[in-house]
């Protein structure tokens, strides 16, 4: 019998974003895909070829998989195969401490099946040095001689099937074999590969390229206050900065969450010794930084209410509760909405809160603690009497055209982003304002 035609048998551990996208990848690359996940309602949907979350053109090409027989699922027994992809999601604690439990089930799920010859690749995001401490010793517990690399995802929500061909991928290995056990495997799932000297070369370029993006976003929100401190527009300053001058990069202020930026410099922050001082200090602080921009906003909207001479408000309203709009998701994970919603409940108390995502499962928005209802845009813009645009989804762009004649008499549309059209003629008592505008 000849044993070249057949596919090697890849097993993905967690089907949530990462997992999924990488596993349908793979089938289109030609690998026979075993995906394992444990979550019951996960499970089900996916049994049903439904994923469980929005990403361009995934449910074509889950559907396809399912039905030729490329993927097939499993619950928490892990199957023999060639290659053992560990993509669980790894949340941080309440004091932003990695928790390790998914990847130590994941570990101890695979010691199991593998044998001689196997490759193991981890792909979650972890603190540094856990590949080589902590899963290591757990997979050396089966006997077995094989392959171990780190090799981080990278990809963005919204373009993840794309960028998983297009984007270098990072890969790193133990020893020489495993490193050419893992490159050899990505260079038939992507167009380029670039090798790390080691492990924990590996683990750090995820942490290092996800803090950047904080910090940088960090900038423009303090920039932002600034500007408004000084009665200036942190818009027209940023255009003006990076107007033809290349040395400028300046990006728009607003949000800063997710399940990657939320969590990564914690994690970073997590892998290094005290020793560290200043430097972990500084990406502590941009972290920071972003989360606090929601008291801003509660801020802005108490000054509003008491120069229009404002006691209370009956209705508020939330546009976009996905962590971000563009490229489109539905990923409620780490989104900035969730606590801004708790602030406005704490801040604004007896006001009803109203929230809209075109993409946001429904049953889920309203699992949101303080959210009061989950409804069509023009449902949850009449008769609120502010708007707060969380997200850079295009729809919102012309929202104040949208609301003509719905708002309340007195009205303010807080964009955080700087991207809702002003319209040239509007009613009176409409105030829109863009976060970094004087307040």
Same mark, same amino acid.
């Given at each position: ?208 390229? @996800?803090? +950047?993006?904080? !910090?940088?976003?960090? &900038? ?6 600034? #500007?408004? =401190?000084?009665? /200036? ?55 920071? @930084?972003? +989360?606090?921009? !929601?008291?801003?906003? &509660? ?6 209410? #008491?120069? =229009?001479?404002? /006691? ?77 645009v969380q997200t850079t989804s295009p729809e919102f762009i012309d929202v104040a055209a949208v609301s003509d004649g719905l708002l309340s008499d007195t009205a303010l549309i807080f964009d955080f982003w700087g991207n809702v059209n002003r319209p040239s003629e509007f009613k009176t008592g409409l105030t829109i304002s863009y976060f970094g505008d004087a307040n």
């Open positions: 019998m000849n044993n070249m035609n057949i596919p090697k048998k890849v097993a993905v551990i967690g089907l949530g974003f990462v997992g999924l996208t990488l596993g349908l990848h793979l089938t289109r690359c030609g690998f026979k895909v075993l995906g394992v996940e444990k979550n019951p309602a996960t499970l089900k949907a996916l049994n049903e070829s439904k994923p469980t979350f929005f990403e361009p053109g995934i449910e074509q090409v889950l559907s396809s998989a399912i039905s030729n027989g490329d993927m097939e699922i499993y619950d928490s027994e892990i199957p023999q195969a060639d290659y053992f992809i560990i993509t669980v999601g790894t949340p941080i604690d309440d004091d932003h401490n990695l928790i390790t439990a998914p990847l130590i089930s994941a570990s101890k799920q695979i010691a199991v099946s593998l044998k001689d010859g196997d490759t193991v690749i981890v792909r979650s995001t972890v603190r540094i040095g856990i590949t080589r401490k902590l899963i290591k010793p757990i997979l050396d517990k089966s006997g077995a001689k094989y392959n171990i690399g780190f090799c981080p995802e990278r990809t963005l929500e919204g373009r993840a099937m794309e960028e998983l061909k297009s984007l270098p991928q990072i890969v790193s290995g133990i020893d020489e074999t495993s490193l050419k056990a893992v490159t050899n495997f990505f260079k038939q799932t992507c167009n380029e590969t670039v090798e790390c000297s080691s492990l924990e070369a590996a683990e750090t370029v995820k942490l290092f390229n @996800n803090t +950047e993006r904080d !910090i940088r976003f960090s &900038i423009s929100n303090s920039f932002a206050r600034i #500007a408004s =401190n000084l009665g /200036l527009s942190y818009n027209e300053i940023k255009n003006n900065c990076n107007y033809n001058y290349a040395r400028s990069n300046l990006a728009s202020p607003g949000p800063v969450a997710g399940p990657c930026l939320s969590k990564d410099p914690y994690i970073l922050a997590d892998s290094v010794t005290k020793d560290a001082g200043s430097a972990i200090d500084f990406v502590l602080a941009a972290r920071r @930084n972003n +989360e606090d921009i !929601i008291l801003n906003c &509660i801020q802005y909207i108490k000054n509003w209410m #008491a120069q =229009n001479s404002i /006691l209370n408000v009956d209705k508020i309203s939330i546009l976009g509760l996905a962590f971000k709009g563009e490229p489109a998701t539905s990923d409620l994970r780490g989104s900035l909405a969730i606590p801004l919603i708790a602030q406005i409940v704490e801040a604004f108390p007896g006001s009803e809160i109203s929230g809209y995502d075109a993409l946001v499962d429904k049953d889920e928005a309203r699992k949101i603690p303080g959210l009061s209802n989950v409804g069509k845009l023009q449902d949850v813009v009449s008769g609120a009497s502010i708007l707060i």
